[in-house]
Nanobody, 126 residues
Framework: QVELVESGGGLVQAGGSLRLSCAAS????????MGWFRQAPGKEREFVAA???????TYYADSVKGRFTISRDYAKNTYLQMNSLKPEDTAVYYC????????????????????WGKGTLVTVSS
């Protein structure tokens, strides 16, 4: 069982930066590939970024490529560094974990994840 808790959301002006954190419980964090997703008001939830269980590979949605960076550490934390924020980045951001049996798995589907956090709100003002 894995519990995920996001933090770091808030209000920021366009062009600013935020760093989201996702703290995981449990003893098998290294077995999970991790992903970030977001849901803007009135819109479908969408994939943002993913990282393999080893941290060696990452993958991004086109809308955030070059601005956002996903990373993880050995202390059970996953991060999303968000730079050059735009008003359209306003959303609730969720982290999620997927059981992974290799170092190539980069999950992009919300329904394919095994555990989900409750989200943290990011608001970007223009």
């Amino acid at each position: 069982q894995v519990e995920l808790v996001e933090s770091g959301g808030g209000l920021v002006q366009a062009g600013g930066s935020l760093r989201l954190s996702c703290a995981a419980s449990g003893r098998t964090f290294s077995r999970y590939a991790m992903g970030w997703f977001r849901q803007a008001p009135g819109k479908e939830r969408e994939f943002v970024a993913a990282i393999t269980r080893s941290g060696g590979s990452t993958y991004y949605a086109d809308s955030v490529k070059g601005r956002f960076t996903i990373s993880r550490d050995y202390a059970k934390n996953t991060y999303l560094q968000m730079n050059s924020l735009k008003p359209e980045d306003t959303a609730v951001y969720y982290c999620a974990a997927k059981i992974s049996y290799n170092n190539y798995d980069l999950p992009t589907s919300w329904d394919g994840m095994n555990y989900w956090g409750k989200g943290t709100l990011v608001t970007v003002s223009s």
